[in-house]
């Protein structure tokens, strides 16, 4: 079975701060995916990567940055928090055009 | 780039009954796939189906890309239904377009 984990269920932080979302895949997925979902908006892209070292911006890029530094791992960053950024992120893998699978999501909350 | 519509945006059902959800594209995919967000905010893979239909249990999906819709069949449904049933759409690039969501309750 696929398993997609992420470091977090909940998380509260500051504003300012510095934040780090982690995800790790078990399944040798070349891609990874980063989302936000909020009510009424869906599902929206951050960022992606489909190979080590490689990243393309999504949808909605602005104010994060990504790090995968090995292929089971993709890492968000918040490089400074806002609370505009209180949101569902969502991390997702999948081999290339196929089936997508997804963590079990981090609920952020920005103070 | 493709657009994806749900319909209907929500849905309340009697434990029991029976239900159809509609997912249209704008656009040839290469797949699809069915998804439910679960109350605790996971999505879980229901299908994955380009073309076609499949079927798991009390849940089946067909797919027809020639006409650019999916539908996903609920049948005698339970509380644990309940959730919000994503369509995502692969279009040939890394990126996967999501469905805004078909909102369910099922009510016992």
């Known amino acids: 079975d696929v398993k997609v984990t992420q470091s977090s269920r909940y998380l509260v932080k500051r504003t300012g701060e510095k934040v780090f979302l982690e995800c790790v895949q078990d399944m040798d997925h070349e891609n990874m995916f980063w989302y936000r979902q909020d009510p009424g908006l869906g599902l929206r892209l951050i960022y992606f990567s489909y190979d080590v070292k490689m990243k393309e911006k999504g949808d909605i890029p602005e104010g994060y940055s990504v790090s995968r530094e090995k292929k089971e791992r993709f890492s968000l960053i918040l490089e400074s928090a806002s609370t505009n950024q209180t949101s569902m992120y969502l991390c997702?893998?999948?081999?290339?055009?196929?089936?997508?699978?997804f963590g079990p999501g981090t609920r952020l909350t920005v103070t | 780039g493709i657009q994806v519509e749900q319909s209907p945006p929500d849905l309340i059902l009697q434990e029991g009954a029976n239900s159809t959800l509609r997912c249209n594209f704008s656009?040839?995919?290469?797949?699809l796939q069915w998804f439910h967000q679960n109350p605790w905010g996971q999505l879980i893979n229901l299908f994955y189906i380009p073309s076609g239909t499949k079927q798991n249990g009390r849940l089946s999906a067909t797919t027809v890309a020639t006409e650019r819709y999916s539908l996903l069949y609920i049948s005698s449904s339970q509380t644990t239904d309940s959730g919000v049933y994503f369509c995502a759409v692969f279009s040939g690039t890394y990126k996967y377009i999501f469905g805004t969501g078909t909102r369910l309750k099922v009510l016992a």
């Open positions: 997702a893998s999948s081999k290339q055009g196929v089936e997508q699978y």
């Open positions: 656009d040839s995919v290469n797949n």
